[in-house]
């Protein structure tokens, strides 16, 4: 993005456009809350999405309401991007900065209130996911939404991303736990979407503002809800020797009308990766193992592990261990929760990929991806949110070497294309951000790219909240469909819509 | 959806239509909710025809229907294989549509524990003010691409598009129901759902009215029976207690009839929508409370900005839901700026402002 600017009278222009712009910044920030050398700016050059990187102009850390505000207020007026950033842990470059743009951190809006009569939380958008039910626990309350980055992420980035987790099967995403968000305008002026009740006035405006990755106005508090404390959880760990009878118990526990509270599946390569990080005494034999989990009351949990154990028996499984205790249960997930890590010890690089596909496709997804490591010559280890159909296929190359990135990247997007033309999503949970813009070209069609500007115009007529993420330009699309077909790979013919 | 279908082409050339010549339309399925937001204005388009469900697996907890299929049709399919839509839509007459229920976004007593039609809703074909046919979202829960724009269009009244195919999450029924009775006033009644929402129990859904406390449970056998003896109250016969949970959620319950006694005084059936824990919201007239204490139907001669200032107070909204007099609005207003964001949203799926005029806000 800034390559351009390497020229001399471009590079005058942008440092003339910095200078005027933090000019304008310290008159409502001090000075310490404005960052703009390199060395300062250099750790906001990307989130986890470490690949794509972008020095941003200024950097901003206000510490009130009012700064924001004030911030917005002055970008608006002088026509410049901001992208709003929480820790920076998205995976998809949700968060990438903009080269003439502020980096608007609100890393310092951490504080939080619990309201065990109501069960809700008020909560500022820097504080940490995990933080939230740590504080909700004196209460016998969590918060139920869990993605795997909980310890670091913020619920102003979940709002910003809709994140699920592991046990969004059963307790839904960031959607469903969200009552309301409060925040600001790209103008600077203050917003409410949603109310402390169960629904509010007008269109539904919140549901669209979750998952909007920044681009339609800034969260500073959200309003999420807490639910009790299940009094047990129980987790079953059952093996498969083929991956179709794995993919198939999945299905099964669905059709029995089991809804568990997490169904996790990892193919032989991934338990093998996982199995010398953790010491989990996993089954190193079989093709697939199945995690699934039970929660609520102790009658409860009892009545559902019975009825789980008997639909995985039916379902061919070779060997099946229930949990003892919650220290067996924890380390039943450890493997599964270190996943990456663990390819990270097996592999110099990894790419994981985020798509979503209907269950009862799991297996052929599978063997498709067997034969793409073929085709591309690279290795792949899978671990899938089965019971959602959410896939994070983690394909192994060495970044040092230039042939292995680029067959990375053309399996990558033969997982995604596979993925829509089953009937499925280019990303499950992690967003499209910078990473999957080609791919919004597969899933979406032009007039339906142009319904999404539209609606980001609604928002934010002048374009300047985190730009150029989410929606491909149509120009871009093409650029995507000619590589395609120059590469001899699928053409680009409009894939089967659901 | 296949572009290429009769039914849908029909349609589209209708929208084109409408839109060259800046034709209102009145969309129109089943036609039971036409009480229910603005009157309703503009040259008929008919949904029923597009009719049908259009995939249905089981295992996958999904079924995607066309817009004009009965709503009673899906739910008879969903219940061939012990499974439901969790919601509970009101059916507030027969021959309502897939299409009317996620317009009007309403649902019924188990939203408190299961959630709304849009938490529900996975994706969908809309047909636009230009008359272009797109579709969001998709058949799978997980599901970050782009805007969420198929949630968007739940409750929008049509302002912004015709829903063509919709695609929903739906659960099994659960394995066990009790439902339990206590002769308790609305402040104990309340207070007890409080302090019930903090612990786990399988609660599903709960009506009080008239000094009497409705609770239902629903989860694992052993689980409702253990709630049921540890909240003790009277527990109704299962076919009676069936029965009555159903006229609650159709609104056939004597509360909901606005009879001639409350014709002639004026009386309007209030929605008032707010936190669970607000405590008790006095008005003149009579009332029935669900969700937990998060939903106050409201039978009154008030002065419309009264009541809304009740709700507003307690931190919600009003609606007016059957009203002697409907030019005060339906909805309650919206902030300026709320209203800025719906007038874009209009523009950007509407611009020549044909669907459904004035149905959600005078001016959309």
Known sequence: ?498 | MDAQDPVLARLVEQVSGAHAHQTPLDIRGGGTKLFYGGVPAGEPLDTTGLAGISSYEPTELVVTARAGTRLSDLESALEEQGQCLPFEPPRFAAGGTVGGMVAAGLAGPARVSVGSVRDHVLGMTLLNGRAEVLTFGGQVAKNVAGYDVSRLIVGSLGILGVICEVSIKVLPVSVATATLRFDWDETRALRQLCSWRAQPLPINASAWHGGRLHVRLAGARAAVEAACRRLGGERAEPAQALAWWDRVRDQREEFFLINETSAARRESMWRLSVPANSGAITLPGEQFIEWNGALRWWKTGAEAALVRDAAARAGGHATLMRGADESVGVFAPLSEVLMRVHRGLKEAFDPKRIFNPGRLYAGL
């Open chain 1, 1 to 498: 993005m800034n390559i351009s600017l390497r020229s001399e009278p471009a590079h005058a222009v942008w440092e003339q456009r910095q200078k005027n712009v933090v000019a304008a910044l310290e008159v409502v920030l001090p000075r310490a809350a404005i960052l703009f050398r390199h060395e300062d700016t250099a750790p906001f050059e990307c989130d986890a999405l470490t690949a794509y990187r972008t020095s941003p102009m200024v950097v901003v850390l206000p510490e009130t309401e009012a700064q924001v505000a004030a911030v917005l207020k002055i970008c608006h007026k002088m026509e410049v991007p901001v992208v709003a950033r929480g820790a920076g842990t998205g995976l998809s470059g949700g968060a990438t900065p903009h080269a003439m743009g502020v980096v608007l951190s609100l890393a310092k809006f951490n504080k939080m209130t619990i309201d065990p009569v109501s069960c809700t939380a008020v909560v500022q958008c820097g504080v940490r996911n995990l933080a939230i039910s740590e504080a909700a626990a004196a209460y016998g309350l969590y918060y139920a939404p869990d993605p795997s980055s909980q310890i670091a992420c913020t619920i102003g980035g979940n709002v910003a991303e809709n994140s699920g987790g592991v046990h969004c099967l059963k307790y839904g995403l960031t959607l469903h736990n969200v009552l309301r968000v409060r925040g600001f305008m790209v103008d600077g002026e203050p917003v409410d979407f949603g109310s402390q009740a169960l629904d509010a006035a007008g269109l539904d405006l919140l549901s669209i503002v979750i998952g909007s990755e920044g681009m339609l106005a800034v969260t500073i508090e959200v309003t999420v809800k807490l639910i009790p404390k299940p009094l047990l959880a129980r987790c079953i760990m059952a093996s498969f020797s083929d991956i179709e009878s794995a993919g198939a118990a999945v299905a099964s526990v669905i059709a029995h009308g089991i809804i568990p509270a997490g169904l996790e599946m990892m193919d032989r390569a991934m338990t093998a990766a996982v199995e010398a990080f953790v010491h989990a005494d996993y089954d190193l034999e079989a093709a697939a193992i199945l995690l699934c989990e039970s929660d609520g009351t102790p009658e409860e949990v009892g009545e559902e592990i019975l009825r789980m154990e008997a639909v995985l028996n039916a379902a061919g499984a070779s060997r099946i261990e229930v949990s003892r205790d919650e220290a067996q249960r924890l380390k039943f997930w450890s493997g599964r929760k270190n996943a990456f890590p663990a390819s990270g010890g097996i592999s110099p690089d990894y790419m994981c990929m985020d798509s979503t596909i209907p269950r009862r496709c799991l297996a052929q997804m599978l063997q498709a991806i067997q034969q793409m490591e073929v085709k591309y010559n690279l290795r792949c280890v899978n671990v899938f949110h089965a019971g959602d159909g959410n896939l994070h296929p983690l394909i192994l190359f060495d970044a040092e070497e230039a042939d292995q990135m680029r067959r990375c990247e053309l399996f990558g997007a033969d997982i995604l294309e596979t993925s829509v033309s089953l009937g499925g999503t280019v990303t499950g949970e992690h967003g499209v951000g910078v990473e999957k813009l080609n791919s919004m070209c597969v899933q979406f069609s032009a007039a339906e790219r142009a319904q999404f500007l539209g609606v980001k115009r609604a928002f934010d007529p002048r374009e300047l909240l985190n730009p150029g993420k989410v929606i491909p330009t149509l120009q871009r699309c093409a650029e995507y469909g000619k590589m395609h077909v120059h590469r001899g790979m699928l053409p680009f013919p409009e894939l089967p819509r659901f």
